[in-house]
């Protein structure tokens, strides 16, 4: 296979490969850190008897997803206060026409879910998102991981019924989901603690994300009246305390998003969840480990 054929074939496929990897590990750098080395084994291994590039690239990626999903485990545990997973810019564009494909890659991505497969083993994650997300065969996702069919169909079982136990249950209207969240943010914005509390579901959640690097809450906020007077106030201080503060709205893990800059560099990612026509979830993510990977050109 000729040079510019291989780099061809391997990019040809590379959306799909940061797909799995960024679901197996929630983190943009270690995705890309994964696939840069299933291009390395690709490139420089033996390529003669692979007869389906897809397949085999996905496999590289999975193994080495699993292997690097176990060595961060230790890290996580480490975190300061509550673990979001990397805000992922996702525009599936034409490469997605299908709109049930769409919907099932979106929510598979979904900072929900992916919060609910930290809890999975690394075994079970795989299994999830190649069975759930990509639609693999149960036989070709054992022979991915080296088990038999069987054991990939019970951990499949068992991933589904934990995530299925965990999610959210509700249908995200996508168009809703971004007038609340345009809404929220300009309520928050200009000081509407009314309007704010009539936005918020009664039992909301408010989760953020910081690891000790910069301001947020260190445990999860619950109830309307908390998280509405725990976001006006912050809002508050926030924009009296920094300068030259503008908004981006953009598409993060399937759905709306609003990137606050500040002096032209990012410094929070929110994000809402929303059910029966109020916002159940707020997510607030901080930590500028997390916020590298987000363009603002």
């Known amino acids: 296979m000729a040079t ?9 496929h590379r959306p799909v490969l940061m797909g799995v990897a960024y679901r197996m590990l929630g983190l943009v750098a270690d995705a890309e850190d994964v696939v840069q080395e299933a291009w390395l084994r690709w490139s ?12 085999y690239l996905v496999r590289i990626t999975t193994r080495l997803a699993v292997d690097r999903l176990r060595q961060a485990q230790s890290r996580k545990e480490a975190y300061v206060g509550p673990w979001l997973p990397e805000p992922y810019v996702t525009d599936f564009g034409d490469t997605v026409a299908d ?12 900072l929900a879910v992916l919060v609910v497969l930290e809890s999975l083993s690394p075994l079970e994650r795989a299994v999830f998102v190649l069975r ?16 038999s069919e069987p054991a ?8 589904r019924r934990h995530v299925e136990e965990k999610r959210p249950r509700y249908e995200v209207d996508p168009v809703e989901q971004r ?42 906020i619950e109830s309307a009246d908390k998280v509405g007077r725990f ?20 598409e993060v893990n399937g759905g709306p998003a609003v990137l606050m800059l500040s002096g032209g560099k990012p410094d929070s990612v929110f994000q809402v969840d929303v059910s029966g026509g109020r916002i159940s979830c707020v997510y607030v993510i901080r930590n500028p480990e997390k916020l590298l990977s987000l363009s603002v050109d």
């Open 231 to 250: 976001i006006d106030g912050a809002t508050r201080k926030g924009l009296a305390d920094v300068a030259d503060v503008s908004f981006r709205t953009l």
């Open 179 to 220: 007038a609340l969240t345009e809404r929220f943010i300009a309520a928050a914005t200009e000081g509407d603690l009314e309007g704010l509390m009539s936005l918020l579901a009664p039992d909301v959640r408010l989760v953020g994300d910081s690891g000790g690097l910069a301001q947020a809450p260190l445990r999860v």
């Open 132 to 147: 759930e997300a990509f639609g693999y065969p149960y036989a070709d996702i054992a022979v991915t991981l080296d088990r």
């Open 152 to 159: 990939v169909r019970q951990l499949a079982g068992r991933a």
């Open 99 to 110: 709109t049930a494909e769409r919907a099932v890659l979106a929510d598979t991505v979904s």
């Open 44 to 55: 420089g291994g033996d390529r003669s008897d692979v007869r389906e590039p897809r397949g």
């Open 4 to 12: 510019d054929t291989v780099t061809e074939v391997f990019e040809e």
